[in-house]
């Protein structure tokens, strides 16, 4: 039981260059989101997902698009990044819209 | 919007000494979580609140749900090096599937 994966878990890209994070969890989860964290800052949701095929935008959307074909998969894109996107990226997963979220250990994505 | 303030932004304490940190909003919440984050990892739940008035223990914490609803309080009593951390606090924005996070204290734990 992995609970929730992110991969990659470091990125350096240029300006102008597309990524796509991907995060997985195996708790049969309804809810993902995806989150952005700076320093001195919380977590900040960028979209959120509340069952396969459904996705929504959070506080902080533009520049970002994401994908949920399965369960147990949430897509975040970066169509094409901006050094204002170097952040740390958290997925996370619930199994009701209050309960508990489990996160994942992160990606760091440094934007040049 | 909704938001979450945390007090203090950071803390430098010995080992052996109780803490006390609190969240408030301007808003009323239903549901109080508080997470913990090591450096390098995702926030992991402490303790969840549910009720206003709830006081909930996990080991040596202990979190409380402002009668209000609108603050919440955690307690870590006769800390301990591996209490260094990032805490926040979190809560479910009204009618919406959204949690909303604090901007966290910082702990510092000194041997």
């Known amino acids: 039981n992995a609970g929730v994966t992110q991969t990659p878990k470091f990125r350096v890209l240029k300006t102008g260059q597309s990524m796509t994070l991907l995060c997985a969890q195996d708790?049969?989860?309804?809810?993902m989101y995806w989150y952005r964290q700076d320093p001195g800052m919380g977590l900040r949701l960028i979209h959120y997902s509340v069952g396969e095929g459904t996705t929504a935008k959070g506080e902080v959307p533009d520049g970002y698009n994401v994908s949920r074909l399965k369960k147990q998969n949430f897509l975040l894109g970066l169509e094409s990044a901006a050094p204002s996107q170097t952040s740390v990226y958290f997925c996370a997963s619930s199994y009701s819209s209050v309960g508990e979220q489990f996160f994942g250990p992160g990606t760091r994505l440094t934007v040049l | 919007g909704q938001q979450l303030n945390q007090s203090p932004q950071s803390m430098f304490i010995q080992e052996g000494e109780d803490v006390s940190m609190n969240c408030t909003s301007s808003?009323?919440?239903?549901?109080w979580l508080w997470y913990k984050q090591e450096p390098g990892e995702g926030p992991v739940l402490l303790i969840a609140?549910?009720?206003?008035?709830e006081l909930t223990s996990n080991g040596r914490l202990t979190a409380q749900f402002g009668i209000t609803r609108k603050d919440s309080f955690l307690n870590i009593s006769a800390s301990i090096p591996s209490d260094v951390g990032i805490y926040f606090c979190a809560g479910p924005t009204s009618g919406t599937y959204k949690y909303i996070f604090g901007t966290g204290t910082r702990l510092k734990v000194l041997a």
């Open positions: 609140l549910y009720k206003a008035g």
């Open positions: 808003s009323i919440f239903n549901t």
């Open positions: 708790m049969n989860h309804e809810y």
